[in-house]
């Protein structure tokens, strides 16, 4: 795959490892890595290597990558010890929330395509 950064781009900085980070998974288009300022005590961030600013940039064309990138949540929430659970009696526990953010409405801070995984014991950061 033909791959695109950008250079004031810092999450294309760390696809290509000239910004150092905490990787959890990596293949050939997708990155993961733990969040700097983790919301929870499992914050990890999913992005394309290629440089995608946000959903709005995606089409159907992006179907793919985008499924690839979330099918890859629930293999690393097992990673994280994230993952739900379910006790003899069916109560359920675990689990975690996924998050896109895209513009200044979502408050998207890194205009680079990136899905949050956050999940563990709470208590959370407020307002995720
Ligand atoms: P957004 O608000 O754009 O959805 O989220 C961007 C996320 O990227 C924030 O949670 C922020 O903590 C994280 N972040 C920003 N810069 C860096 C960095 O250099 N390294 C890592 N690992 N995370 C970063
Ligand atoms: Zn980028």
Not at 83 to 110: A, F, H, W
Request: some cysteine; glycine content about 8%.
């Amino acid at each position: 795959m033909k791959e695109k950064h950008m250079d004031n781009c810092i999450f294309c900085k760390i696809a290509t490892g000239a910004i150092p980070s905490d990787k959890v998974f990596e293949n050939d288009e997708i990155l993961a890595f733990r969040d700097i300022h983790p919301a929870a005590p499992v914050h990890v961030l999913i992005i394309p290597k290629q440089h995608i600013a946000n959903l709005s940039e995606c089409d159907d064309s992006h179907a793919g990558l985008l499924g690839r990138m979330l099918a890859l949540v629930p293999k690393l929430a097992v990673q994280e010890a994230c993952d739900i659970q379910s006790d003899s009696e069916g109560n359920l526990s675990g689990g975690y929330k996924t998050l896109i953010n895209s513009g200044p409405d979502s408050r998207q801070e890194v205009y680079h395509l990136h899905v949050h995984m956050i999940g563990g014991s709470r208590p959370w950061r407020e307002n995720i």
